[in-house]
């Protein structure tokens, strides 16, 4: 089994030095072997990501944003950058990147991150994005998530393990851009590509949505909530490689009183053999 994670951990924004330990504690309760995290801090002293790997035992890589600014324009402090990362229980062996367009909408510097991971029983092609956040922005995301859907057709090969893609997509399920993604709902960005949600997999009653207005950060915002954090994997491999075991959410509560995000993360065991249930 192989344990995931997406978690947006919301950059410097709030009480960060006491969310950062919040983050770090739910991910050491989780148990996860891969993690892509969204809006990741680093500064000159400093890298959340290279933090966290080394609180947990993990290896890690991250890509900073080449236009920061609205965040620095929101916090009033230009000292801290911002970008996404992997974590990963086993050594990284090859990494890329891809910006994102963004033609008719605000550029803020979004990409893809990857990292072929050498994990025990096949390596695994593993992907980070955060889409843009607007929410007239639809075509922006759609363009956006055709360039990570042949960004991924090109990785995938790699290995038999299906491509997991992890981020925040500020998209609800049924928008046009997550049919785009996913590839079964509508014509596929790459043709014959298919990118299944897992949550497609969780108990029907268990709670879903990753912007949760019971969060006070996000409550603040008076936005409606919306499961817009997601995990997508390939179709299963030979004998039922890499699907679906379980589902859930995590990073959902207070830790010692203190909210680690205003987001949910998103959690799924995948499996590793053939036949495994």
Same mark, same amino acid.
């Given at each position: 089994m192989i344990r995931i994670l997406t978690w947006n951990v919301w950059w410097r924004f709030g009480p960060w030095q006491a969310r950062r330990q919040a983050i770090a504690a739910t991910l050491e309760n989780a148990g996860c072997d891969l993690i892509g995290l969204q809006e990741v801090w680093a500064d000159a002293d400093e890298n959340l990501a290279e933090w966290l790997a080394?609180?947990?035992?993990?290896?890690?890589?991250? =890509?900073?944003?080449?236009?920061?600014?609205r965040w620095h324009e929101r916090l009033g402090d230009a000292t801290a950058d911002v970008g996404d990362a992997i974590l990963s229980r086993w050594p990284i062996i090859d990494r890329a990147t891809l910006r994102l367009p963004t033609a008719g909408g605000r550029d803020d510097g979004?990409?893809?991150?990857?990292?072929?991971? %050498? =994990?025990?029983?096949?390596?695994?092609a593993f992907f980070t994005t955060h889409l843009n956040s607007a929410p007239h922005e639809s075509a922006v995301r759609c363009a956006q998530v055709t360039a990570l859907a042949r960004f991924v057709a090109a990785r995938q090969g790699?290995?038999?393990?299906?491509?997991?893609?992890?981020?925040?997509? %500020? *998209?609800l399920p049924d928008s046009d851009e997550m049919r785009l993604l996913a590839g079964y709902r509508t014509a596929p960005a790459v043709p014959g590509q298919v990118l299944l949600d897992v949550w497609e997999?969780?108990?029907? *009653?268990?709670?879903?949505?990753?912007?949760? /207005?019971? %969060? /006070?950060?996000?409550?603040?915002?008076?936005? /409606?909530?919306?499961?817009i954090d997601y995990i997508h994997v390939g179709p299963p491999g030979p004998g039922g490689l890499g699907h679906v075991r379980s589902v859930r959410r995590a990073g959902d509560r207070p830790v010692d009183g203190v909210w680690p995000s205003d987001h949910a993360a998103v959690l799924a065991d995948l499996a590793t053999q053939p036949g495994e249930e």
């Open positions: 080394d609180r947990l035992g993990m290896h890690w890589t991250w =890509a900073a944003s080449d236009r920061p600014g979004h990409q893809v991150l990857y990292a072929l991971v %050498n =994990a025990p029983v096949h390596p695994v790699h290995t038999v393990f299906p491509a997991v893609v992890t981020g925040d997509h %500020n *998209a997999y969780a108990d029907p *009653a268990a709670p879903a949505v990753t912007w949760d /207005p019971i %969060n /006070p950060y996000a409550g603040r915002t008076c936005e /409606p909530p919306g499961r």
